[in-house]
């Protein structure tokens, strides 16, 4: 990285001023009555940002060949989003309306503000329209975690009565968590290059873009998980044990107000608070040793227990995420 050094100079009685390099200046189109944001970070930087800065989009173009995988081409898609592109030129070798439905449904699913602006047999123009400023970062993680939460909840319903129903439209619901999830890595990827877009979202600094994409991506893996004990509860054979279902009820809303407590923490960046929550984790970890010594006792088949565990192995990863979100608030209050 270049670095270019300024002597402060008084220009009037009172004004200080400091020369632009020419190289920059150059570079990012400046001239003289073009306007700068300065942004104090801290008691020793600013930043300086070009004020016309942001008006371009980016874009992509993707060649689909007769060999192209539909999950590979649903990958490259997302990947793309996340690298913060908003048009995406998508040209097949030749008409695949498999692969172009396949698409397009997937990527209604995940991918928040992404459309099909233009399309023909050979070709598909996408756009993104999502912009971070109709959803606030700290307002995406609210709603994603939420959306967790009520999984989570909607699972064990599910678990504890065998709705199958309930528990298939769970299953569903993990998509809207995935779509935040993917969103939000969008923002903060470009904010992690965009010192503008950094102040609107409220981030400190670069380091702390890795600590959100941290707690967006537990809290994605919460609602897996929360998928997961919903589609155990369509593979019981039997209504559960009346005492296991009370101590499965116990630790479901311990462990979903560990959660929901971990999001408020984050939100408020109270690192007391945050090393509290950790510790409860392991008062969490003994109520499940007893559900399980309980389970283990339950006459039923075997292959009932065996997917019982796997439930409550499910719920002790949800508390565990909880904490790893409270240990990235922690790392959060110290920039």
Known sequence: MV????????????????????????????????????????????????GGQGGSKREARVSVKEDTDAETMLRELISLYLAGYDIIKIEFSMPYSHLKMYLKENMRKKLMGMEVLNE????????????????????AIRRQADLAASMQRDATIALLTMDKGLAEEVIQRDDEVDKLYYFIGRQLNLAAENPQMLHELGIENVMACLSYSSITKSI????????????????????????????????????KDIFLKSIDIL?????????????????????????????????TSPRNISVMRTALGDYIRIAEYSADIAEQTIFLSLL
């Open 267 to 299: 939100l408020r960046k109270d690192s007391k608070a945050a090393n509290r929550l950790i510790g409860e984790v392991g008062r969490v970890r003994q109520l499940y040793n007893e559900v399980v010594e309980k389970l283990m006792v339950w006459e």
């Open 3 to 50: 670095e270019y050094i300024r002597r402060v100079q008084v220009t009037g009685k009172s004004t200080l001023s400091v020369s632009l390099p020419k190289e920059w200046v150059d570079k990012v189109g400046l001239k003289a009555g073009s306007i700068v944001r300065l942004i104090p970070k801290s008691a020793s930087m600013i930043i300086l940002i070009n």
């Open 220 to 255: 994605e893996r919460i609602g897996d998980h929360a998928s997961n004990i919903a589609g155990i509860s369509i593979l019981l054979e039997e209504e559960i044990d009346k005492q296991i279902n009370i101590e499965i009820q116990k630790l479901d809303e311990e462990i």
């Open 120 to 139: 023909s047999m050979t070709e598909m123009l996408l756009q993104c329209f999502a912009q971070h400023v109709e959803l606030p970062l700290t307002e």
